[in-house]
């Protein structure tokens, strides 16, 4: 069974930083392009970041860029989501995707299979 676990969110000051994990199992994940989403409350689910199967190509929204770097361990079937210069409007749950074989994109339409999440709060 496809299992996808995130875990390290928690509260974090502004200019702070945390790192998200997504925990693999269950499928071939060397196939799968893996990406992270988040929603705040009252938001639409928004895409954050994503990494193809091999690692080589990463796609990040704007509003993170140059702050996110997402990485993947294939031998661990974990995947990174390392956040820097945390501000309060990244306050939000993030969620891990999976696709098969597809590309790396930001939309929430296009992965199959979804985490439970977990919770980040930027707050001083």
């Known amino acids: 069974q496809l299992q996808l676990v995130e875990s390290g969110g928690g509260l974090v000051q502004p200019g702070g930083s945390l790192r998200l994990s997504c925990a693999a199992s269950?499928?071939?994940?060397?196939?799968?392009?893996i990406g992270w989403f988040r929603q705040a409350p009252g938001k639409e689910r928004e895409g954050v970041s994503c990494?193809?199967?091999?690692?080589?190509?990463?796609n990040y929204a704007d509003s993170v860029k140059g702050r996110f770097t997402i990485s993947r361990d294939n031998t661990k079937t974990t995947v990174y989501l390392q956040m820097n210069s945390l501000k309060p409007e990244d306050t939000a749950v993030y969620y891990c995707t999976a696709v098969r074989l597809r590309l790396c994109v930001l939309w929430a339409d296009e992965y199959d299979y979804w985490g439970q999440g977990t919770q980040v709060t930027v707050s001083s």
């Open positions: 269950g499928f071939a994940f060397d196939d799968y392009t």
């Open positions: 990494v193809g199967s091999s690692g080589g190509i990463t």
